[in-house]
């Protein structure tokens, strides 16, 4: 769980920022205490091309400004911008590579963001390597005069690899090259990238950082203030903006954000140590788990784990769909990070784009569930899956 002996201490003051952050009423003529959601997409100028400070919803709006800055502020970071999505915002971050440039990416990435490099980055003529960054000498290996960006996540999806961000930090250093680290499962709370190294993190806030399941949302943060301005013109230019409403949202659930990811990291422990005592699961894999092969590393460069947990049941296709429709608490749909339990089967769901080579490669077979849990009470959670797991 979050802040355990052994791990990174949780961030001082995370809470209080999470409340306060930027939304002093003293900022409002209406002393409002609750951050204001401004819908309006225009703002009167004194004279043409004099304006107070904002000119036009896309290019900035008073509620997404707030959330930005709280975002950089969690993330002990200078600067923070929000997009319409999470690959939205990984799409702003491509703007930043050109014709004939080179991204080396880990190869157990999200599907969406293998389908943007794969299918889309390639049109512009930007072409991704991928590789596995467990072994280092893979990414010295892979790295080209043209390579201008290094991608990677961890814990990884769905097989909760975790790598080294500031090994990886240190050789993007070495060579000039921008590192992002999509921080999405671990959130500022837990893991906190720029300050291990990395250029930018990004997040699809859709997942815990929201933990609502009601907005689709992405951003970013960096310490880098010239890249950052070349990622607000991107935002702005490109257009990949969210709703005023969609970060009123956000900023109220950030709010619990510490609450909410200490509860996941106590609920997925207790989930994984049961099933890995169960006689029908080959394997769990978990960060927190001493069985983990990364547990260590984990500890040192995190503040705790959130409620991811993939198993391997024993059997097949049919044991593991037959076990997924028998759950009652956990909701058979893709997705994670909310409040609910979420169970899914990789291999024809989130992962189905993945070609079944590289499938096989990164072990994501018939039977490996994963498991969003959430924060129902842990005994209702546990007793689901025992009951489901009689039916298989
Ligand atoms: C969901 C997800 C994304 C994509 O975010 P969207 O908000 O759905 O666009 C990117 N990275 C990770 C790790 C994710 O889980």
């Given at each position: 769980m979050a802040g355990e002996e052994g791990y990174l201490p949780l961030p001082k003051g995370f809470s209080t920022h999470a409340i306060h952050h930027d939304q002093e009423p003293e900022k409002w003529d209406s002393m409002a205490v609750v951050t204001p959601l401004v819908t309006s997409t225009t703002f009167k100028q004194y004279g043409p091309a004099d304006f107070k400070k904002y000119e036009y919803g896309r290019s900035a709006n008073p509620t997404r400004e707030v959330l930005e800055n709280l975002l950089a502020k969690l993330d002990n970071g200078k600067h923070g911008l929000c997009f319409a999505s999470g690959l939205g915002a990984q799409s702003a971050i491509l703007g930043l590579l050109k014709s004939g440039e080179n991204v080396i990416s880990g190869d157990d990435i999200y599907g969406g963001t293998n389908r943007l490099f794969s299918k889309v980055a390639t049109r512009f003529g930007i072409e991704t390597t991928f590789v596995d960054f467990l072994d280092?000498?893979?990414?010295?290996?892979?790295?080209?005069?043209?390579?201008?960006?290094?991608?990677?996540?961890?814990?990884?999806?769905?097989?909760?690899?975790?790598?080294d961000i500031k090994a990886v930090s240190e050789i993007a250093k070495k060579h000039n090259i921008i590192l992002a680290v999509d921080n999405t499962f671990l959130t500022s709370y837990l893991q906190r990238p720029l300050d291990l190294g990395a250029d930018i993190t990004v997040y699809s806030l859709t997942k815990y950082m929201n933990g609502h399941s009601d907005v689709i949302m992405g951003a970013l943060t960096t310490n880098n203030t010239k890249l950052w301005e070349e990622l607000k013109f991107l935002q702005n230019s490109m257009g990949i903006i969210p709703s005023p409403f969609d970060c009123y949202q956000v900023i109220r659930s950030l709010k619990t954000l510490s609450l909410r990811m200490q509860q996941h990291g106590k609920n997925s422990l207790a989930v994984a140590k049961y099933l890995e005592a169960h006689p029908k699961i080959e394997k769990v894999l978990h960060p927190g788990l001493p069985t983990h092969p990364q547990h260590e590393l984990s500890k040192k460069q995190t503040s705790g784990y959130c409620g991811m947990v993939t198993l391997y049941l024993k059997g097949n296709l049919d044991h593991s769909k037959k076990f997924l429709q028998s759950l009652k608490v956990f909701t058979l749909a893709e997705s994670l990070g909310g409040y609910e339990s979420l169970a899914e089967l990789p291999c024809v769901m989130t992962h189905a784009s993945v070609p079944e080579e590289q499938r096989k490669i990164l072990n994501i077979s018939d039977t490996l569930v994963r498991l969003s849990v959430g924060l129902e009470d842990i005994e209702d959670t546990i007793g689901d899956l025992e009951q489901a797991l009689k039916q298989i």
């Open positions: 280092l000498s893979n990414l010295e290996k892979a790295i080209k005069s043209n390579t201008k960006m290094i991608w990677i996540e961890t814990p990884t999806n769905p097989t909760l690899k975790v790598f």
